[in-house]
């Protein structure tokens, strides 16, 4: 099956640092992929829509300036948040979405800003 | 109103105790996914169903599309079965309507 792995699982960061969160699909190609966002006792919430070769597309209140998307190739996406806050604390979790193995997510990061 | 509403969202059992979850869903949808979340947050596809019932080991996911709803059973429950379950009925841009989750606990 699709195996999709995202690293690093946990990171602490000091105010004011950006920390960059890599999504892999180790044995497809992806050209979509889906950055979430779970508070906790809370839903994942989706964040933003990474499209291979082009600028990613980002929900309603999700500032893009703020969590920089790339995908870069079929293969890597990446979500940096910039100049974090305490409040960017939480669980990011990317998916992809492929013909034969439907949704697959990625073991998700647990970001604290401290 | 949430799209997707789930119970109960927290659920502790008897090891060996029979386990139903429920989801029901206000859009309309192709398929329903069942989703299990372990404790460190990963997160594992359970099942993808669009009509009447799948089984995997222990677990067993029925789905009744006309009455918009989807039930998740475990059988012979084991502590390791604990996490938090989430359905998720996918919208027509590809993603996703999350229901809260049932967090459940089974106990030795």
């Known amino acids: 099956g699709a195996v999709v792995s995202q690293h690093p699982s946990w990171v602490i960061c000091k105010s004011g640092t950006s920390v960059k969160i890599e999504c892999r699909s180790l044995?497809?190609?992806?050209?979509?992929m889906f950055w979430y966002r779970q508070f906790p006792k809370q839903s994942l919430m989706l964040m933003a829509t990474?499209?291979?070769?082009?600028?990613?597309?980002?929900e309603q209140g999700v500032e893009k300036d703020k969590f920089l998307i790339n995908h870069a190739s079929l293969t890597l996406s990446t979500l940096t948040v910039t100049s974090a806050h305490p409040e960017d604390s939480s669980f990011y979790i990317c998916s992809v979405s492929q013909a034969t193995y439907g949704y697959t997510f990625g073991s998700g990061t647990r970001l604290t800003v401290v | 109103k949430n799209e997707v509403e789930q119970s109960p969202q927290n659920l502790t059992a008897q090891e060996g105790e029979f386990i139903t979850i429920n989801c029901s869903y206000s859009v309309g949808i192709s398929a329903l996914h069942w989703l299990q979340q372990h404790p460190g947050g990963g997160i594992v596809s359970l099942f993808m169903l669009s009509s009447g019932k799948k089984k995997h080991g222990r677990l067993i996911a029925t789905i009744n599309i006309q009455e918009k709803h989807s039930s998740l059973h475990i059988t012979a429950s084991h502590p390791r079965d604990s996490a938090v379950y989430i359905c998720a009925a996918p919208n027509t841009g590809n993603q996703f309507y999350f229901g809260t989750g049932t967090s459940l606990t089974v106990i030795p």
């Open positions: 044995d497809f190609q992806a050209t979509t």
């Open positions: 990474s499209n291979e070769g082009s600028k990613a597309t980002y």
